[in-house]
C-alpha cells in the first residue's frame, strides 16, 4: 500500500472507532449506574477502578484469541512502552470514569478532547519544533469548546469535580497518544505493547479495588449482575480495548495532531446518542437514566469542537 493510500485508510479506520467510542460513553454511564446499588457504601473511586477492571480483561483475552498466548512474550523495549501507557492509561481511565459519575456522557466526551490542545504542546516540547498556525487556531477552537460544555466560573475559576477530574484525565490521555508515534517504540509489535499494557491495567484496577473496598462481599457482587457483565464486554469491545488495539496500530501513519483531532468527533456522537439510548437502556437494565437534552452550552462548545476537526484537515500538519 502506497503512503498515501494507507495516510487515508488509516484516517478513515480512525473515524470508523471514533464512532463505536462516542456510542461507548452511554455504556460506561450505564455500567456505573447499574454497579452502584451493587456497591452500597463503597466509594466512588472504588466504583470506578472496580468497574474497569473487566474492560481491560477483556481486551487482553482478546488479544491472546486472535494471538495466542505468545502475544503475552515481551521484549525489553516492548515492556516498557506496556508500562509506560498503562500508567497513563489507567491514571486517565480512572479519572475520566470518576469524573463520570459527576457529569453526563456527553459532556464526560466533550472535556476528555481538551487533549487536542495538548497534543500539539507535546509534539513542539518533544520535537522542540512549533506546529502550524492552524493547529494553534484549532486548539484555540477546542480550548473554547471546553470552556463553555465545562460551565467553568470565571469570577472564581472553578469547575465541578466530575469536569475537573476528566480535564485531569484529558491530560494523561494527550501523553497516552503521543507514545504511540514515539520512534522509540517503533519497531515494537503492537499486539504485544497492547497486550502488556492491558494485563498491566487489569492488576492496577484490581489493588485499587482491593485496597478502596470498605465490604468485601462487593468486590464479587457485580458479577452476579448479567447485565453489568454484557454492558462491560460490550463497552470493551466498543469502547475502550477493541478501539485500542486498532488505534496502536493505524494511528502511527498519521500525524498525533491529526489523530487527536479527528477522535474530537466522538463527544458528537455520544452527545446525539444520549438523547435517545439512555431511555432504552433504563428500560431493558432498570436503571434511571434519563434521556439527556441538547443544551445550547452542548450544541455550541460541541460546534467549536468539531470546527477544529473540520479545519485541522483542510491544512494537516506535516508530520515530524
Not at 470518576?98 to 500539539?120: E, K, M, N
Not at 472564581?156 to 466530575?162: H, S
Request: charged share 10%; with cysteine; glycine share 6%.
Amino acid at each position: 500500500m502506497n503512503p498515501r493510500a494507507r495516510h487515508w485508510t488509516a484516517l478513515s479506520v480512525l473515524g470508523a472507532l471514533t464512532v463505536t467510542t462516542g456510542c461507548s460513553f452511554v455504556l460506561f454511564k450505564a455500567s456505573v449506574l447499574v454497579q452502584a446499588p451493587l456497591a452500597l457504601g463503597e466509594s466512588t473511586w472504588f466504583i470506578a477502578a472496580h468497574n474497569l477492571v473487566p474492560r481491560f480483561v477483556v481486551g487482553v483475552l482478546l488479544l491472546m484469541a486472535i494471538f495466542g498466548v505468545k502475544v503475552l512474550q515481551l521484549t525489553r523495549t516492548e515492556k516498557i512502552q506496556a508500562a509506560f501507557m498503562a500508567v497513563m492509561s489507567f491514571a486517565g481511565c480512572l479519572a475520566q470514569t470518576d469524573g463520570l459519575q459527576f457529569s453526563t456522557a456527553a459532556t464526560t466526551a466533550f472535556l476528555t478532547q481538551f487533549y487536542v490542545i495538548l497534543i500539539p504542546v507535546w509534539w513542539a516540547f518533544v520535537h522542540r519544533r512549533l506546529p502550524g498556525a492552524m493547529v494553534f487556531f484549532s486548539g484555540a477552537l477546542v480550548l473554547a469548546g471546553v470552556a463553555i460544555l465545562a460551565r467553568i466560573d470565571w469570577n472564581a475559576f472553578r469547575v465541578g469535580r466530575g469536569e475537573a477530574e476528566v480535564l485531569m484525565a484529558a491530560v494523561f490521555f494527550s501523553v497516552l497518544l503521543c507514545s504511540v508515534n514515539w520512534p522509540g517504540f517503533a519497531r515494537n509489535r503492537p499486539e504485544r505493547a497492547v497486550a502488556g499494557m492491558f494485563l498491566l491495567e487489569s492488576l492496577m484496577f484490581c489493588a485499587v479495588s482491593v485496597v478502596t473496598c470498605r465490604t468485601p462481599a462487593n468486590l464479587m457482587m457485580p458479577y452476579f449482575s448479567p447485565n453489568w457483565i454484557a454492558l462491560a464486554v460490550v463497552a470493551s469491545l466498543l469502547g475502550t480495548a477493541g478501539p485500542y488495539i486498532l488505534i496502536n496500530h493505524w494511528q502511527r501513519y498519521v500525524t498525533t495532531a491529526e489523530a487527536g483531532v479527528v477522535y474530537s468527533v466522538a463527544p458528537v456522537i455520544a452527545a446525539f446518542t444520549e438523547i435517545f439510548a439512555p431511555g432504552y437502556l433504563s428500560r431493558w437494565l432498570g436503571i434511571d437514566y434519563a434521556d439527556q437534552p441538547l443544551t445550547s452550552a452542548l450544541l455550541i462548545g460541541g460546534a467549536l469542537i468539531l470546527a477544529a476537526n473540520i479545519l485541522i484537515q483542510l491544512r494537516p500538519p506535516a508530520p515530524a
